[in-house]
């Protein structure tokens, strides 16, 4: 399936993975990787307080008919 999204194979993804090791080092990865976690955690929530509050609006709006 990844191939058919983004059409890379094993050898470019490899090569990726080499420039990023090399870019960052192996130390920098890991701590790469909790940022980007907590980024989506944030967005995540961010997305269930919206949604949260769309639904209480609709809540409010059918209560008021």
């Known amino acids: 399936m990844f191939n ?4 890379m ?3 470019e993804l490899l090569v990726i993975g080499l420039i990023i090791l ?3 080092g192996g130390k ?3 701590e790469l990787m909790r940022g ?3 980024g989506i ?3 995540n ?3 269930n307080n919206i949604e949260a509050e769309v ?10 008919k």
């Open 4 to 7: 058919l999204v983004f059409g």
């Open 9 to 11: 194979g094993g050898q």
């Open 22 to 24: 090399v870019f960052f």
């Open 28 to 30: 920098k990865i890991p």
């Open 36 to 38: 980007l976690g907590s």
């Open 41 to 43: 955690r944030e967005f």
């Open 45 to 47: 929530n961010a997305k």
């Open 55 to 64: 639904k209480e609006n609709m809540k409010d709006l059918d209560s008021k």
